[in-house]
């Protein structure tokens, strides 16, 4: 058995923390298209704002559970054309964005907020199709807008995207996406007011900084992300000002109701793959170990049944997701079994057991007390 010393969100009581977790030999890969993940024309997508929790490292067989997340808001995000079918309105509660289309980029041309508008003569790249794990691209941008219809302003700067994480996602106790590839934007820019007749005549005493960082997760068969979390900081002449980080769930029941054929297709081709491992009896779907947990002093005590032969990983981890203990062996299928885990030097505290049988996952919360 294959282990992947990994970073996953993962849910305990009502917080989300960072564990190292198990690879379950995810073997398919979610590359983002145009013709599977362009926002169309018509499209209106719900989503929820909800607390923000941390990304996760990067790397190939993550694990997200965002499912203990706190929903803040509902919210509707509406996509329509203008006269040209490339450009595209989003409209939420606040403000409207502007998109360019087309088969090789998705980039923000410009928006609108009760107090500014910005037109970028330089888009901002939001990601290029196809794009798949591993991939990086860079592009500058630049505008020009207004602020309050008073102040002139001028934003410059640079994003750069990679799809940087590939795993299976934990949305809510009902929904469960695999396939998942992740794209991490940075978009580090500056700002500075002008005279709003002459926006090329940058005043830089009054320049400001801001870094945008940005986390969108798209799963094999929905058009749009299903989870992204934005994290922005503001300078002001390289003082950090203040920090705002938001989050938003899109799920996957309500992507489901859109008019999409090619997902629809996609969906139903992964339902039957899945159908069909079910059928073949795959050991991952099938509870061949029968346990129990136990702490003596400073041990970890586990008895077991196990049905059949069977690759076994054990990790000992805390809430950082620094692991501990580790140990991998082929056991044979038996009754009354046992294994004990050597936690001697670890301080008492909250510890949480994995353990990976032929790619079934289990753990179980401990308490080292001494």
């Not at 997340?69 to 403000?95: A, G, H, M, P, Q």
């Not at 029968?290 to 990983?313: E, M, P, Q, R």
Request: some cysteine; glycine content about 6%.
């Amino acid at each position: 058995m294959n282990i992947t010393n990994i970073v996953a969100p993962m849910k305990t009581t009502s917080v989300v923390f960072l564990f190292t977790a198990i690879s379950l030999g995810i073997k398919a890969q979610n590359i983002i298209t145009f013709e599977n993940n362009s926002p169309r024309c018509d499209d209106i997508i719900e989503k929820q704002q909800v607390s923000y929790v941390p990304s996760g490292d990067a790397g190939e067989g993550i694990v997200w559970d965002f499912s203990g997340v706190r929903v803040k808001n509902d919210l509707s995000n509406e996509f329509y054309c203008e006269s040209d079918s490339t450009i595209l309105f989003e409209t939420t509660s606040n403000s409207i964005n502007k998109y360019h289309v087309t088969n090789q980029e998705l980039n923000l041309t410009g928006y609108e907020t009760p107090y500014q508008s910005m037109i970028y003569n330089q888009p901002i790249l939001q990601v290029a199709y196809p794009f798949s794990y591993g991939q990086v691209s860079v592009h500058d941008y630049s505008g020009v807008g207004k602020y309050c219809n008073t102040k002139g302003l001028q934003n410059t700067g640079n994003v750069r995207i990679e799809a940087d994480a590939t795993g299976i996602m934990y949305l809510s106790d009902s929904d469960t996406v695999n396939n998942v590839t992740r794209i991490h934007s940075i978009r580090s820019g500056a700002y500075g007011m002008c005279n709003i007749d002459d926006t090329t005549t940058l005043v830089r005493d009054n320049m400001k900084q801001e870094i945008e960082e940005r986390y969108q997760w798209y799963a094999l068969g929905y058009r749009y992300p299903v989870f992204e979390t934005i994290s922005i900081s503001y300078y002001d002449n390289m003082e950090l000002v203040s920090c705002k980080q938001t989050a938003y769930r899109y799920l996957p029941e309500m992507q489901r109701q859109l008019d999409d054929e090619d997902n629809e297709r996609i969906l139903q081709e992964e339902n039957e793959k899945l159908n069909d491992n079910d059928n073949n009896d795959n050991d991952e779907n099938i509870d061949i170990l029968h346990y129990d947990v136990s702490v003596n002093g400073n041990t970890i005590n586990l008895k077991y049944d196990l049905d059949k032969d069977a690759n076994i990983t054990i990790l000992v981890c805390n809430y950082m997701g620094c692991t501990f203990k580790h140990m991998s062996f082929k056991a044979t299928s038996g009754k009354g079994l046992e294994t004990d885990i050597d936690c001697s030097g670890l301080s008492p505290d909250i510890y949480v057991l994995y353990i990976n049988v032929n790619g079934k996952i289990y753990n179980e919360k401990i308490n080292l007390k001494h």
